[in-house]
């Protein structure tokens, strides 16, 4: 390129093969002193020259620096430039057989150039990078773009389709589909000639008349560009171009935005004239765990199929989906295991998040399956009559709007993290072992609300793992094939189902509010105590409520439910009756219970006094993140509005404890 600026001839003092030569463009070197280098590998005469300088006293000084010169991977020599004709494409030229529509605006760039074709969806609007900040990339690249070097001397490949033979050529009866070009001067002209597709009977006629191909293949990118319309029967115009061209979106990994995504653009905007898709979301890279990127070299890849015989495919899926964020980079760290077949391979502790989920699916729905004998139809039952059912409904209904938008948005780890709490902790933690005692009670609405459930569940999960969702789906069918608000048979595939609608209806935040900030927040507090004071799971305690507030109307209204719950005898006091000096004291709101014979006063004031230490720091450190605007603007919005949740949550559990400290006292 300097030498370009300063208009210097360009010389080779190399051949092919790398060894010193004057036979391409080195014309003076005989009779002198560098004929001596003639011949030489390039690696000898590089040591061979210094000791040149050094004879002739020339040399001044050795010392050594470090520089990053890229090595390659496969043959791990150097990688060094080297001048040698190749054919290009002139990416920033008008199109001649395109309009002038003058340049786009605020560059150089023709609009019907093939930078300009690919340029203009994403300035129009019609093209668009998920996160959008890939769209800066594409845009500053093709901006920046030098003509396409598009030949490459290797052994496989599209096959350049240009032939070429010394001298003029007088063709005048050209035939259609025959494209000639002379180049050079008078004396050392070459003609050049292109065959278009479908005419490849003039082929022979060429070599007739003493024509060579090219020996170059195209560059893969080039043939890589063609990839959305050849597929589909491209140059013909077939019925499954017509239908699935252009698609909407493409996924693939930041390094080839600018190598492949642009030239797909550019050539679909020529040759169809609409970019071969709508919208382009870029992953993140997998990385070991020490930031490094994945490589059979460094050995610390990991095979897929190795995850899936040890995990299973659905439990990969659920890990790489989970990983999926808005970051460039994801770390995976990377341990050594012993597959099922005795061979050792990499694997990953992350999978073991997706293969415990799809075992809880699996046993939910094993137990949902197992108590559907006898269901209820949809209208034959009234979910708003008990807050558990109205409660899980409300969950679900909020779950499916959200899983929906984080989808429509490509934030896949939002939507497997939120799905993964609602199976995980409202569905199987809570409403699993509610229906459980409430159907051993004779209570059959739960029947319904388990399969509706499920059911929802199963359709929602299906995109991220398809094949257990699709099996239970499958035994779902079999033993309550008329489940929910529709009321007839569902699907027989689960992939032909239809996606799940959130019904607003059912969404109420009064009926959250009394289930998790009153009933569960009580069970939970009770639960605790056992824990802490070591008492068995089935001893029955003895509880006494005074059932002030709203908190109090939600625990009675649910006793039943709250005492097997809490293997304990519920009792309601009012505030005049002495309360047992050795009661442990809960406080939901205004209502308190007091749990007797579990534990001392000195013991529990100790606990008590912990326990609001641990909580104060717990709070300073939510207040701080929440003050940062770094985090505040960086994190994700669902983040966000989980940091603030947990800090209300945890001022709730603060003032709940200094008023049973105070009591305690």
């Given amino acids: 390129e300097i030498g370009q600026r300063h208009n210097l001839p360009i010389v080779n003092v190399m051949a092919p093969d790398g060894t010193i030569s004057d036979k391409f463009g080195w014309d003076d070197a005989r009779g002198t002193d560098a004929e001596q280098f003639l011949g030489l590998d390039r690696f000898e005469a590089r040591e061979a020259i210094v000791e040149w300088f050094r004879k002739e006293n020339l040399l001044d000084d050795v010392r050594e620096y470090t520089h990053e010169v890229g090595h390659s991977y496969r043959s791990h020599v150097p990688i060094e430039p080297y001048l040698s004709d190749q054919w290009f494409i002139a990416v920033k030229k008008q199109i001649p057989s395109l309009p002038d529509e003058g340049k786009i605006e605020g560059t150089d760039i023709p609009v019907n150039s093939l930078a300009g074709l690919a340029l203009k969806p994403l300035l129009d609007g019609r093209l668009k990078f998920i996160p959008e900040r890939y769209a800066k990339t594409y845009q500053s690249w093709l901006e920046n773009l030098r003509d396409w070097p598009i030949s490459r001397q290797l052994w496989w490949g599209h096959r350049i389709p240009i032939w070429s033979k010394a001298g003029t050529v007088d063709f005048t009866d050209l035939p259609a589909g025959l494209a000639l070009r002379q180049v050079g001067s008078e004396n050392g002209k070459i003609t050049y000639a292109c065959i278009a597709a479908g005419h490849e009977d003039l082929e022979a006629r060429l070599q007739a008349d003493g024509f060579e191909r090219d020996p170059d293949v195209l560059d893969t990118w080039f043939s ?5 319309i050849s597929t589909m029967g491209w140059p ?36 169809r004239g609409e970019s071969p898709f709508r919208e382009v979301y870029v992953h993140a890279m997998i990385q070991d765990g020490q930031g490094r990127k994945m490589s059979k070299s460094l050995g610390n890849g990991i095979d897929p199929l190795d995850i899936i015989e040890s995990h299973g495919t659905d439990a990969m899926r659920f890990t790489l989906a989970h990983m999926t964020t808005e970051t460039q ?13 005795g061979r050792r391979a990499n694997s990953s502790p992350k999978f073991d998040i997706g293969r415990n989920f799809c075992n809880k699916l699996w046993n939910a729905a094993r137990f949902v399956m197992m108590n559907l004998t006898d269901m209820p139809g949809w209208s034959e039952i009234n979910p708003r009559e008990n807050l558990a059912d109205a409660w899980i409904l409300s969950q679900l209904n909020q779950t499916i709007a959200l899983t929906t938008e984080h989808l429509s948005k490509y934030h896949f780890h939002d939507a497997v993290d939120g799905l993964y709490h609602f199976m995980w902790n409202d569905f199987c933690d809570w409403y699993l072992e509610i229906a459980k005692i409430r159907i051993n009670a004779g209570q059959t609405s739960p029947k319904a609300i388990l399969a509706y459930v499920l059911d929802s569940l199963l359709r929602l999960l299906h995109p991220i793992i398809p094949f257990i969702t699709e099996y239970i789906w499958s035994k779902l069918n079999e033993v309550a094939p008329i489940r929910g608000p529709e009321e007839s048979p569902a699907e027989e595939l689960l992939i032909r189902a239809r996606w799940p609608e959130a019904d607003n209806a059912l969404i109420d935040k009064t009926v959250e509010e009394d289930f998790r900030l009153r009933y569960q927040q009580a069970v939970r507090c009770v639960r605790n105590i056992r824990a802490e004071h070591n008492v068995p799971p089935k001893k029955q305690i003895d509880i006494l409520l005074q059932a002030d507030g709203r908190a109090g109307e939600v625990i009675l209204s649910n006793r039943d439910l709250f005492q097997a719950q809490c293997a304990s005898k519920l009792t309601v006091i009012d505030k005049q009756i002495a309360i047992p000096k050795d009661a442990v004291i809960i406080t939901v709101e205004d209502a308190k219970l007091y749990i007797t014979g579990v534990v001392d006063r000195q013991a529990e004031l100790a606990r008590l006094t912990k326990r609001r230490e641990e909580l104060i720091a717990r709070i300073e450190s939510a207040e701080k993140k929440l003050a940062n605007p770094e985090f505040l603007n960086k994190a994700p919005q669902e983040v966000v509005s989980r940091q603030r949740e947990r800090l209300k949550s945890l001022k709730e559990e603060l003032h709940a404890v200094e008023k049973n400290l105070s009591e305690a006292k």
């Fill in 329 to 341: 980079d994801v770390r995976m760290p990377v341990v050594e295991m012993t597959l099922p077949d």
């Fill in 236 to 271: 013909e115009e077939t019925d499954l171009l017509k239908a699935f061209y252009p698609t909407d979106v493409l996924c693939t990994a930041r390094e080839i935005i600018t190598l492949w995504v642009s030239r797909m653009v550019m050539f679909g905007e020529y040759f």
């Fill in 224 to 228: 890589s560009a063609l990839w959305p």
